[in-house]
């Protein structure tokens, strides 16, 4: 490992020494993700970000036919607007039907549900049912037209904001597609809502890891953050902080 030293003024303007790196030996794997030469039967890559929550979007077509697909590359990437956001390499029927309608439904994939997320993945044709071929009830959302999964215990109505399209080598790389909606309606299962909070380790989220693995999260910790006992006041005193 190269010893790596920086230089410069910190947040409040004082001049720091580049800091000191130790220089050791490390048995540990190294590749590049160019020539991805890492020597195992599977690719690490997924294994390391892990877990990742599922998102379990739901949809409907143009021509009224639902259809539910869990994705692996989903998050909520902002909280005012609400925004979350999935990935997913080569087009598909979901990417498909939000782009037509403009609208899309996160179902929240427990462990409890497994079988019928896993089946929702399978390859099928776009004139096919996955809320039937899953074993699932679809549901009427309150503000948009795609249904919802009936048994997962929290909902996110979305509204379609953009698609876009990461970049890829063509004709090495798979193309991805990053689709990103606004939330307008939450609807959570008030048997998880405890003392004011939401209970999300008994909700038991399903998660995915690498390879053919699903995650489960078995408990929490709860930590302050540094702005919360004080170390962060002029940013709590942003006008653009909501209270």
Same mark, same amino acid.
């Given at each position: =490992?190269?010893?790596?030293?920086?230089?410069g003024?910190?947040?409040?303007?004082?001049?720091?020494?580049?800091?000191?790196?130790?220089?050791?030996?490390? $048995?540990?794997?190294?590749?590049?993700?160019?020539?991805?030469?890492?020597?195992?039967?599977?690719?690490p890559?997924?294994?390391? *970000?892990?877990p990742?929550?599922i998102?379990?979007?739901s949809?409907?077509?143009?021509?009224g036919?639902?259809?539910?697909?869990?994705?692996?590359f989903?998050?909520l990437?902002?909280?005012?607007?609400?925004?979350?956001?999935?990935?997913?390499?080569?087009?598909? %029927?979901?990417q498909?039907?939000?782009?037509?309608?403009?609208?899309? *439904?996160?179902?929240?994939?427990?462990? %409890?549900? &497994?079988?019928?997320?896993?089946?929702?993945?399978?390859?099928?044709?776009?004139?096919?049912?996955?809320?039937?071929l899953?074993?699932?009830?679809? *549901?009427?959302?309150?503000? &948009?037209k795609?249904?919802?999964?009936a048994?997962?215990?929290?909902?996110?109505?979305?509204?379609?904001?953009?698609?876009?399209?990461?970049?890829?080598?063509?004709?090495?790389? &798979?193309?991805?597609?990053?689709i990103?909606?606004?939330? *307008?309606?939450?609807?959570?299962?008030d048997?998880?809502?405890? %003392?004011?909070?939401?209970?999300?380790?008994?909700?038991?989220?399903?998660?995915? =890891?690498?390879?053919? %693995?699903?995650?489960?999260?078995?408990h929490? &910790?709860t930590k302050?953050?540094?702005?919360?006992?004080?170390?962060?006041?002029?940013?709590?005193?942003?006008?653009? $902080?909501?209270?």
């Amino acid at each position: =490992m190269k010893n790596v030293s920086r230089s410069g003024r910190g947040f409040a303007g004082t001049l720091h020494r580049p800091p000191r790196y130790e220089t050791y030996e490390t $048995i540990s794997m190294y590749y590049e993700m160019a020539a991805n030469d890492h020597g195992l039967p599977h690719d690490p890559l997924k294994a390391l *970000v892990a877990p990742r929550p599922i998102g379990w979007i739901s949809s409907i077509s143009a021509d009224g036919i639902p259809n539910l697909a869990p994705y692996s590359f989903f998050n909520l990437l902002a909280t005012s607007p609400a925004i979350v956001g999935f990935s997913s390499g080569m087009r598909k %029927d979901s990417q498909n039907n939000i782009e037509e309608t403009g609208e899309f *439904v996160y179902n929240f994939a427990s462990v %409890d549900l &497994i079988d019928a997320v896993n089946i929702s993945s399978s390859h099928v044709a776009s004139t096919v049912n996955e809320f039937e071929l899953a074993g699932v009830t679809a *549901v009427a959302s309150t503000c &948009i037209k795609a249904p919802r999964v009936a048994e997962a215990h929290a909902h996110l109505e979305c509204e379609y904001l953009q698609t876009v399209e990461l970049p890829h080598v063509s004709g090495k790389e &798979i193309p991805w597609s990053l689709i990103l909606g606004r939330v *307008v309606a939450v609807h959570i299962d008030d048997a998880f809502i405890k %003392d004011g909070l939401v209970d999300t380790v008994g909700m038991q989220p399903l998660t995915r =890891m690498g390879y053919m %693995d699903y995650g489960v999260l078995s408990h929490k &910790i709860t930590k302050e953050r540094p702005e919360e006992i004080g170390n962060m006041e002029t940013i709590k005193a942003s006008p653009h $902080i909501a209270k």
